[in-house]
């Protein structure tokens, strides 16, 4: 009888914890679910992001495109990329 006793607490402290285990991690996820917006927000609205969207652009570049291949010049009229057609 004492055997059957002890398995038995055994399996409901094993039970309190898988049950604690689960909780702790569903209220993460749902916390991180509800708290990831509003720092995006924040963090979005960074000056050093904003000022790499404003430089990037194509006016110095040059595309040439003939039968052989597809050709991308820089400023200085240097081929930086070269991409073949056939393959």
Do not use: H, W
Request: with cysteine; glycine share 6%; net charge positive.
């Amino acid at each position: 009888m004492k055997n059957q006793i002890k398995q038995e607490d055994i399996k409901d402290k094993n039970r309190r914890k898988f049950i604690t285990v689960m909780l702790i991690g569903g209220g993460a996820f749902l916390v991180e679910k509800v708290l990831n917006p509003l720092f995006s927000r924040f963090l979005n609205d960074s000056p050093a992001k904003t000022s790499l969207l404003n430089k990037t652009g194509f006016e110095g570049f040059q595309v040439v495109e003939n039968k052989k291949c597809l050709s991308v010049y820089d400023s200085s009229g240097e081929e930086i990329l070269q991409i073949d057609k056939e393959a």
